[in-house]
């Protein structure tokens, strides 16, 4: 015969008829000493990274046709609807005139002169050297070059040099001129 | 048996990889820079202004606008086009809805073309040209003046 064991649960002498009351076990604490700590667990920081890294990877590499917008160059916001079509760029910034990103005249350098006949020559030889690469990109087999210009023009350009830079392009080969605006978001 | 030369409760070191992930990150959030979507506007070329007549109207009853610094002029090279209008400035702005409202009026009345003809003075800044441009562009669904043409006025830039 197998003894019966004793059961975990108690009755209290001075209540019969209540609940058994269980023994409280002390729950083991994970308590590791210096040497014990081997290394710290990576796996969720590795995780938080790569969504970073994922993220950021995705807003870098945007379309290059979007211009970067900053405070010396914020075009103004426009309702037009027409997408962006990639032409030669001119770009009118706070600062200066730059032809595909480099800067051909500064602001400062330019004066306002009594003269409708007036451009800049500086421009209108980059501009002119744009349409010669363009042109043999062509010659090539590339694509062909419609004499198209994209003008970005910092919000607060002031009109004269706007028709300025038109006019001075239009004395280097270039006969469409297309502004190109911030896009007006629907509210 | 031991295939290989790891054991079975070996970890990688992610220590390397963590690092690069950590520059790379650096690396990305110093080079981001705000993109917004762009859209274009078309302007005509001095050659084809003329070609206001193909879109439906008179060519000869091309209207001018004049931007300047008390509001807006409004021109016609045509006399039997009413001569000149004038939309005074709202406040310290220069009234758009205004402007739209008598473009309105101007395109029925005279039965224009989609062509105008946009100057301003010297010194107004782009974004007043783009907001005229925007008012005189649509009227609803229907096409009011979107072809434009940017003439020059004042003092030009030079060298």
Partial sequence: MIAPTTPATTFMVDNPYGAPRHKKRKRPTLILSADEITGLNLTAMMDMMTILLVFLVKSYAVDPERINVNEKLRPPVSTSTMEMKPAATVTVTADGIMVEDKLVVTLKELNVKDTDAAFLPKLQDALISRAELAKNIEARGGAKFDGAMLLVAHEDTPYNILT???????QAQFSQFRLLLQKKNAK | MSGGGSEAG????LIPYLDIMVNLVIFLIFSFQIVVEMVRIELLSPAYGGAAGSSGGDENKMLTVVVTNEGYTLLSVDPSVRGQETVPLK??????DALHAKLVELKDMFHLGNAMILTAESGVPYKTIVETMDAARTDGAIDLFPDVLLARSGPAVSQ
Avoid: P
């Fill in chain 2, 91 to 96: 406040g310290t702005k220069h009234d758009v």
């Fill in chain 2, 10 to 13: 070996e970890e990688l070191n």
């Fill in chain 1, 164 to 170: 300025t830079v038109l006019y001075t392009a239009g």
